[in-house]
């Protein structure tokens, strides 16, 4: 059973490009949530999706970041005109409930950094 | 928002010594987990607590949550090398759709 898968694991962007991180929730997890951690630090709640809607982006940049969670297909996030304080690990957690109390199962992470 | 402080945010110690890493809120949490994450990987969950008081015992490692369900406590017993990582608590609030992480504490444990 494979876990969440995130690719790619790094990705190099110069400023004003466009960065898309793609993750694929463990198999029958129908919940999907973004995450975001600077070196040394927790981390930082982004968005909250379930099949086809968002459920919660209080975390999430008004502009340049979008998300989205098809029918078919893996997550995307979606960062617009990249700038250099974007430089992150952004993670991707999957669950098959909304229940807090269950785990999250966190993919390995895509390491983004902006030239 | 709900906030989570852990302290220390960094903690070496040798080979065998024991260890205590606290989280702190002001917020009551409905529940609240422990993850351990290791350099260039995601955060693996190590136990939840949601009772007001529980304690959880997992092999050399003990988590304790608050009565008030507003802070919680990862004691380890005899360290060893492979524990070296970073500690990561996250709560669940009240309205249960989303964890808060704590900035984490980074473990040292030298041979």
């Known amino acids: 059973n494979a876990g969440v898968m995130q690719n790619p694991r790094h990705l190099v962007r110069r400023r004003g490009q466009e960065a898309r991180l793609r993750c694929s929730p463990m198999k029958g997890h129908s919940h999907v949530y973004w995450y975001r951690q600077l070196p040394e630090e927790g981390l930082k709640f982004m968005v909250y999706l379930q099949k086809e809607n968002i459920i919660d982006e209080s975390g999430m940049p008004k502009e340049r970041f979008s998300a989205e969670f098809p029918k078919e297909g893996p997550s995307i996030l979606r960062i617009q005109q990249v700038v250099r304080g974007d430089s992150a690990a952004y993670f991707c957690a999957s669950s098959p409930r909304s229940d807090m109390n269950s785990p999250l199962h966190f993919g390995n992470g895509t390491r983004l950094t902006v030239t | 928002t709900q906030l989570l402080e852990q302290s220390p945010q960094f903690l070496s110690i040798q080979e065998g010594e024991n260890l205590t890493v606290y989280c702190n809120s002001s917020s009551v949490f409905s529940s609240l987990q422990w993850y351990r994450q290791e350099p260039g990987e995601g955060p693996v969950l190590l136990v939840t607590?949601?009772?007001?008081?529980e304690v959880k015992k997992l092999k050399r490692l003990t988590f304790q949550f608050g009565d008030a369900r507003k802070d919680s406590s990862l004691h380890i017993t005899a360290a060893q090398p492979g524990d070296t990582g970073l500690y990561l608590c996250a709560g669940a609030g009240a309205a249960g759709n989303k964890l808060t992480f704590g900035g984490g504490t980074r473990v040292l444990v030298k041979p």
């Open positions: 607590v949601v009772t007001g008081g």
